[in-house]
């Protein structure tokens, strides 16, 4: 289990408390002392590192990087020892990069065959994604990146992502959407999770 150095903690300043959890900008981490900065980047099929940090959305150009088979391709095949290899590929070319963490796999629900991120998510099914997701992580992190899982937890839409507010009974939060993430976190301990969606309180009839 990951430990917290209080005494690191309590000599830093204010700032460089607030710095550290803010990040220098949208791919870096801030650095304090005693913590180097650490660079995310973006890895639905493939390393996505812009050329300009300021750059949230992939407008501008980004680094020449290989172009890996989607997700959704790949859970296809129902074969856990090809995700795991896929994940060693994809972290040995983060590596090449100096990417120290991957945003992604996305391990999402398909709920809606038009959702607009189905190429990134692995399944519809919550077994099937947390194992191949699971191989897919131990796989990245094998070549020593770390993973941030995403995204945590309930979004399963694009429409008002930021602003929306996911309402779900804890039944269906249980056995759908959170049980893959359960089954990831405990046998592949990714390195973090990512999120951009505010989970509300259950409430009757609710769709998630």
Known sequence: MTTIDMHFVQGLTLAER?????????????QVPGVERVMFADGPAGIRKPNNTQ????????????????????????????????????????????VSVLL?????????????RNFEYLSEDPLVTGRLGT?????????????????????NRESHRYTVSSNVDERALRELYLAQFEKIVKTARPAGLASHARLGPPRPNANG
Do not use: C
């Open 104 to 116: 992604g796999p996305e391990v999402n629900l398909k709920r809606n065959p038009l959702a607009g």
């Open 18 to 30: 607030a710095a550290l959890v803010t990040g220098a900008d949208f791919w870096y981490t801030a």
């Open 135 to 155: 191989a897919f992580v131990k796989g990245v992190q094998s070549a020593g990146v770390g993973i941030a899982l995403k995204h945590f937890a309930v979004t």
């Open 55 to 98: 750059d949230t959305m992939g407008l501008t150009e980004s680094e020449p990087a290989v172009a890996f088979p989607s997700a959704a391709l790949l859970a296809s095949f129902f074969d856990e020892d090809l995700l795991h290899r896929y994940g060693q590929q994809l972290g040995a070319a983060a590596a090449a990069k100096q």
